[in-house]
């Protein structure tokens, strides 16, 4: 099973990107996927998760701005970032849960001026 997180860059503060996962190796159909967060010198941390029937929840510090959805079809999880601040500057990981929690590489994202 592989997750190929893509999609990530340097923006400005108040802009905007869509990170990208697809999986393959395994179908994710029915379990849930989800994005995660690691900034230099912190844990990484629980940004969204959507589940199999696309019920999604969001962490406080991104609720209203980021949204994550899928495309069960393509096997791929999408995470839509707006309003972008510094302090979500980290590299992001996608999940997907079959029983166990498989990851992506990560994909990195930097908000700065």
């Known amino acids: 099973v592989q997750l ?11 802009g905007s990107l869509r990170l990208s996962c697809a999986a393959s190796g395994s179908s994710f159909r029915g379990n849930v996927m989800g994005w995660y967060r690691q900034a230099p010198g912190n844990e990484r941390e629980w940004v969204a998760t959507i589940t199999g029937v696309g ?5 406080d510090s991104v609720k209203g701005r980021f949204t994550i959805s899928r495309d069960v079809a393509k096997n791929t999880v999408y995470l839509q970032m707006n309003s972008l601040k510094s302090e979500d500057t980290a590299v992001y990981y996608c999940m997907g849960r079959r029983g166990i929690a498989y ?5 990195q994202v930097t908000v700065s001026s």
């Not at 190929?4 to 108040?14: L, N, W």
């Not at 990851?103 to 994909?107: A, F, L, N, S, Y």
């Open 103 to 107: 990851w992506g590489q990560g994909t």
């Open 55 to 59: 019920i999604a929840n969001y962490a």
């Open 4 to 14: 190929q997180a893509s999609g990530g860059g340097s923006v400005q503060p108040g």
